[in-house]
């Protein structure tokens, strides 16, 4: 897909387990595929009928660019690893690194740990040394963060499981294993805004991919008219989007 605001091209493919995202330019296709290849292994990289789908236009200018690593490396996620493949992006024009899903808590799928914003050091190591060692490769470090959702397998869960947006007299509804926090909730907010900042305040990132992969389902409150809850969550949404944004003016939120 091209990107207009970005002189890009969004290429996307591949299944659950081995997903590659990235924005490159039209003339560097192959050498994207082949860079891949050589961070993963022979064909384990961009496969053919991945990019047939594709139509490249010739006056691509090239502005920014992104990588994302997760979808490669879900459960075996290492420093190491890591910074091979920053290593692999570098020469393709890309700027920016983003550490995706699974640098927190204890995930190792995803049915665990959303909610759970520490660094899972058990993978990554030192977020801030790894921020450092992708700055010195050159390039922008980004990181991945769905702060609306949690997993019953957290702690957080286990400390709070009243803060899930849930039905009492039916059994919850789950999208992608997950459960959606009552936003609408000051201290829900506040625990949000709290940990997200703590890691942006003490890593180099410059990059936060905010994601929400499920929608409000089982909407239903102990506080307030359930036909009040929507409209709650999302002003309560908008004062975490601030209270984290506003303080990171250096910070490209996406």
Known sequence: KYLQGRGAYRVHGGGFAGTVQAFVPADSVEAFRENMEKALGKGKGVRDESLDIFRFQQDCAHKYGLKTTIQITYASLFSDVIIEMAKAVKGLGIDTFVLDDGWFGHRDSDNSSLGDWFVYEKKVGSLRTLAEEINRKGLVFGLWFEPEMVNEDS????????????????????????????????????????????????????????????????????????????????????????????????????
């Open 155 to 254: 702690k957080l869960f286990e400390e709070h499981p009243d803060w899930a947006i849930k039905s009492d007299i039916k059994e919850k509804s789950y999208g992608r294993n997950q459960l959606v926090l009552d936003l609408s909730r000051t201290e829900v907010q506040d625990y949000i805004i709290e940990n997200v900042n703590y890691i942006l305040d003490n890593n180099n990132i410059e990059y936060v991919k905010w994601d929400m992969n499920r929608h409000i389902s089982d909407v239903s409150s102990n506080y307030y008219h359930a036909g009040e809850l929507p409209h709650r969550y999302m002003i309560g949404l908008y004062r975490v989007l601030r209270e984290i944004i506003y303080t990171h003016p250096n910070v490209y939120f996406e």
